[in-house]
């Protein structure tokens, strides 16, 4: 059975950092693509973030680009999403996901874990 | 950017109606279109991807189809656990994109 299981969420102000770490179980994470969406409270989901199996190529809306950083470790089967400079508007929850190979949506999701950037 | 306009936002319907919920796409993305389903306080779940083809577990009142750059979720004989909001998602090019969702209740 396929497994996200996201940690690292809280309350931080703005201007500083969290890491979000997502750990996958179910499947040889080491052969999909993963990513990160989330969605500010009652509101829709925004793609946040793509990574590729190995690491090497990484997307990013224009939203997070320069702020967020999305990397993977394949020992560990584990993703995570640093995210810098935080602003209120970065509030939400924050799911894993994996996309399907070949054809790229994401078939799987973490339960989320909730953000909130306020001072 | 790919944008995907939802419609309806929401959406009243009676126990065993027919529902019809549509995306349409600010260009040609082929059959990269993917419907989801979310239940209040839970993760979205998958009910059709490549347009057309019903996710693993899903139950057959569901059905996407497309016509052009315009692309449908339908719910035959709506049922109470159908509650939720409804989002699509084109998947056919970076930055992938949302609809706005809609939120489908029981009359």
């Known amino acids: 059975e396929v497994q996200l299981v996201e940690s690292g969420g809280g309350l931080v102000q703005p201007g500083r950092s969290l890491k979000l770490s997502c750990a996958a179980s179910?499947?040889?994470?080491?052969?999909?693509?993963m990513a990160w969406v989330r969605q500010a409270p009652k509101k829709g989901l925004e793609w946040v973030a793509t990574?590729?199996?190995?690491?090497?190529?990484?997307y990013y809306p224009d939203s997070v680009k320069g702020r967020f950083t999305i990397s993977r470790d394949n020992a560990k089967s584990s993703l995570y999403l640093q995210m810098n400079s935080l602003k209120s508007e970065d509030t939400a929850t924050y799911y894993c996901?994996?996309?399907?190979?070949?054809?790229?949506?994401?078939?799987?999701w973490g339960q989320g874990v909730m953000v909130t950037v306020s001072s | 950017d790919i944008q995907m306009t939802q419609s309806p936002a929401s959406l009243s319907a009676s126990l065993e109606e027919i529902v019809t919920i549509t995306c349409q796409a600010s260009q040609d993305i082929g059959n990269y279109l993917s419907w989801y389903q979310q239940k209040l306080g839970k993760s979205p779940q998958l009910l059709i991807h490549?347009?057309?083809s019903l996710a693993d577990g899903v139950p057959s009142r569901f059905s996407g189809s497309r016509s052009g750059t315009q692309y449908s979720l339908k719910i035959n004989r709506l049922q109470v656990e159908d509650t939720g909001i409804y989002y699509c998602?084109?998947?056919?090019?970076?930055?992938?994109?949302f609809g706005g969702g809609t939120k489908l209740e029981l009359k």
């Open positions: 490549s347009a057309t």
């Open positions: 990574i590729s199996t190995s690491g090497s190529r990484t």
């Open positions: 996901a994996r996309h399907r190979k070949t054809a790229y949506y994401f078939d799987y």
């Open positions: 179910g499947f040889t994470f080491s052969n999909y693509y």
């Open positions: 998602l084109q998947h056919y090019s970076a930055p992938w994109t």
